[in-house]
T-cell receptor
Framework: DTGVSQNPRHKITKRGQNVTFRCDPISEHNRLYWYRQTLGQGPEFLTYFQNEAQLEKSRLLSDRFSAERPKGSFSTLEIQRTEQGDSAMYLC?????????????FGSGTQLSVL | QKEVEQDPGPLSVPEGAIVSLNCTYSNSAFQYFMWYRQYSRKGPELLMYTYSSGNKEDGRFTAQVDKSSKYISLFIRDSQPSDSATYLCAMRGTGGFKTIFGAGTRLFVKA
């Protein structure tokens, strides 16, 4: 069990560019979540996958954001035409659905800075 | 009004002190209550997980849930400098998948 892995750890980009982040969950975990965290705030839910199916998207997730989880393994989060307001820590979490006793395991996040 | 309210601090205590961290919430559907610890530039790490009301103890940590008051607490006994971090409360409803987080309280334990 190597934990949840996220890459890259840091990304600096210019406004208007596209960026893509990757998350590798704990191998046996069937649920995968993306959260966004800004300075001084707690993580905010963005989207959720059960295996390869994306089951929920937050209203925070504009049309410029897209997430995939092909074959229910790793996941990618893409932001198109980045804006300065997209600057944040993007966190990935995974869990093993065990009925009601679900516990999230987070990665170390990708820190995005949009200049 | 946010669903989960948490005082951001910072809270500064001397080593060995008992620390009390709290959150209030407005959604009576929340049934699962968690506390996460987050070090700088790291992801949150699950500390305590509680279902419904009551107390749960794990080493130096005690989590309390009072659903009648919509109030949860985390107590840290014999605090250590290594406990210096941001503590996030989090909660979720039955059958739900979305975990809602508080803003986090920054804790500093001085040696």
């Amino acid at each position: 069990d190597t934990g949840v892995s996220q890459n890259p750890r840091h990304k600096i980009t210019k406004r208007g560019q596209n960026v893509t982040f990757r998350c590798d969950p704990i191998s046996e975990h069937n649920r995968l979540y993306w959260y966004r965290q800004t300075l001084g705030q707690g993580p905010e839910f963005l989207t959720y996958f059960q295996n390869e199916a994306q089951l929920e998207k937050s209203r925070l997730l504009s049309d410029r954001f897209s997430a995939e989880r092909p074959k229910g393994s790793f996941s990618t989060l893409e932001i198109q035409r980045t804006e300065q307001g997209d600057s944040a820590m993007y966190l990935c979490a995974s869990s093993l659905e065990t009925g009601t006793n679900e516990k999230l395991f987070f990665g170390s996040g990708t820190q995005l800075s949009v200049l | 009004q946010k669903e989960v309210e948490q005082d951001p601090g910072p809270l500064s205590v001397p080593e060995g002190a008992i620390v009390s961290l709290n959150c209030t919430y407005s959604n009576s559907a929340f049934q699962y209550f968690m506390w996460y610890r987050q070090y700088s530039r790291k992801g949150p790490e699950l500390l305590m997980y509680t279902y419904s009301s009551g107390n749960k103890e794990d080493g130096r940590f005690t989590a309390q849930v009072d659903k009648s008051s919509k109030y949860i607490s985390l107590f840290i006994r014999d605090s250590q400098p290594s406990d210096s971090a941001t503590y996030l409360c989090a909660m979720r409803g039955t059958g739900g998948f979305k975990t809602i987080f508080g803003a986090g309280t920054r804790l500093f334990v001085k040696a």
